[in-house]
């Protein structure tokens, strides 16, 4: 299209990221990067990493959306972040399949579909991203179940009203939990004095999806802690290193740190939980807990109430209803997804034993980890103040 345009954009038009004036009805045309990998291709040439970069950046430039209020279409990676959508489609397509017979189930449920998560997850930890994946793949997985007890198991008059009312309460209950956490671990502001100038701090990048060079290059660790801070020469600045973060340029208070995901400082880092799509900190740390309790309890309530729905109490005959389940489409799908969020409360178990530990001597993930890489386990001695008083502080955030 023309490369020049006078004049304010119409809803449909933008500028690429190429400067020029396109129109989204021109989201197929001229696609010199996807052109040039085809012909290649066709010539039995490989392709390279940075080509797929330019055509998957070519792509999203072009998937717009109208926007009226001016400043022409939003590209919609700016809009939403395009990882809940995976966990959407995938899960439930997944489950369909482990229904189709026992040996898919072992396979998908056990091999696949961890297998996938984890290498995913290990890509997210390479490059620092922050990905809303791991969250829409939680609550995918928690709506999916209570889905199929309304649609399927309720119906059939197999729970009573009150345990229905009563799941129900508890699938509401995990959502107030989940957004309190979202809210936020509290933030590390800094007032500077008016007789100085001072660095501000640096702000978040509101990309979707954004890495941070910065961090990146600044910071040695995921969440870092302020005694792997950069060292900085004396007087450079007007406060230690023990407390100064460098990436964000202001002072910190005790046992805060700065997470490379996020780009801020929080007070007292626990841990960036990608599956919540936030940090963990002083602020929001209880609500955690609380989430993770409601999780498992509403996983292995409504996991084996499913499986004692469909197989009685007759344990002995439980292997064999188990392959006779797969005879009705509509009964393996319950069971295989009983079977899967049996399996995820059980794992999120794992999560919240560890967590009730640290909390039980007083100490973060963060700093348990660092401690072990940096030989200053004895350090964490100092913070542990006794089972009930840590339990106290805690339960009534009365947190350093």
Known sequence: MDDSK???????????HNGESSHILAICCDCEDLDGACDS???????????????SEDVLDRIRIPNPFGGGAKRIDHILDLTIFPPILCLPLGIYVSALNPVLTLIVCFVVAPLSIYWYYRKVLKHRKRTQFFMSWALTSFASMYTLMVLVIYPEDVISQPEFAA?????????????????????????????????????????????NL????????????HHEAVSITEGDQPHS???????????RPPRAGHCRICS?????????CVWLDCCIGRENHRSFILCLLVFILGCLWGSLRVIVILFGGDEEEFLPMCLEVYASRTSA???????????????????????????????????????????????LSELDKGFFKNWQNFLFGNLE
């Open 6 to 16: 006078d004049g304010p954009l119409c809803c449909c038009e933008y500028i690429n």
């Open 41 to 55: 291709l066709l010539k039995g040439e490989a392709i390279g990493d940075e080509t797929v970069n330019l055509i």
């Open 167 to 211: 799941m129900t309460l508890l699938f509401v209950f995990f959502h107030v939990c989940f957004f309190n956490t979202k809210r936020g671990a509290g933030s590390v502001t800094y007032d500077p004095p008016s007789n100085g100038i001072k660095s501000k701090p640096k702000q978040p990048s509101r990309k979707r999806n954004h890495v």
């Open 214 to 225: 910065d961090s990146q290059l600044q910071e040695p660790s995921f969440c870092q802690d």
């Open 241 to 251: 290193t023990e407390n100064w973060c460098q990436v964000c340029q202001i002072p």
């Open 264 to 272: 801020r400082c929080f007070p007292r880092l626990d841990h960036h």
């Open 333 to 379: 799908i319950v069971f295989v997804s009983s079977l899967y969020v049996l399996g995820s409360g059980i794992s999120v178990t794992s999560l919240l034993l560890h967590q009730v530990w640290l909390i039980s001597h007083n100490w973060t993930f963060r700093e348990r980890r660092l401690a072990k890489v940096t030989n200053s386990e004895s350090r």
